[in-house]
């Protein structure tokens, strides 16, 4: 057992004011919203569809994510090429631009009026006030944390372990499914989650691409702007307690190990 000494006693200082800062709003918030209209606005079927886009479009951003970034994290965990810094720093871009610029270069993109746009409605694939909209103004935002989350967890793996493998005989395929895959699952997992909450919080770049159909955040940011912060509360608080208890629901089924931490 670790003795309490100079630097717990400044974590604690440290985590506290961290605790403090994010969460007397998000308590204040649900303090303040009367209980009778929280049940109101969840009786609200404008609402529940709110949530509903928000969080079906979320997740299925989070497959193409994880389809598409899984492959793609193990690369950069393994290999090493010519611009591989240059290529990391590009993935991260969406992180740092603000979103509503996102969606702005999403729009010119894939608008009818550009020529990928104008291909890909040709195609049959709309993406201007649509649920694919959303998904992919989502996507883009969240991108970033399910790849740099896979990443890390496959560079968490020991490569010795893969290797001795493929000089048992092994294949590629082989050893990525039975050794690597199941090795760096929690980490995969942790990036899945933060896609999606990331995902359902989105509002910038979703806002631009596709006003409607709404997701939960356009509707409570349209309802500040027509009607006020009263009415927008009660949705606010309902989108927040939802997204918490998917969250916890999450983090509880892929578990934890904290038996590095001491007491």
Known sequence: MRGKDQV???????GSLVLLFLLYPLLYAFWVTDPALLVQTWRDSEFIASLLTSFWTAGAATAAAT???VPFAYLLARRSFRG?????????????????????????????HARLGGWLQRAGFDFVETHAGIAIAMLFVSFPLLINAARD??????VRLEFVARTLGAGSLAVFFTITLPLAWRGILT??????????????????LAYHPMTAPVLIYERFESYGLAYARPAAVLLLAVSLLVFVVVRLIAG?????AGS
Do not use: C, Q
């Not at 990391?88 to 009818?112: K, Q, Y």
């Not at 899945?192 to 990331?198: F, G």
């Open 153 to 158: 967890a496959f560079l968490r793996v020991p």
């Open 8 to 14: 717990y006693w400044i974590s604690v200082a440290g």
């Open 256 to 260: 934890g190990d904290d038996s590095r």
């Open 67 to 69: 389809l598409t970034g």
């Open 191 to 208: 990036g899945m989650v933060l896609t999606w909450a990331r995902a359902v919080s989105e509002f910038g770049a979703v806002v631009i």
């Open 84 to 112: 591989k810094r240059l290529l990391e720093g590009l993935l991260d871009l969406p992180v740092v631009i603000p979103h509503t610029v996102a969606g702005i270069i999403l729009l010119m993109a894939v608008s009818p």
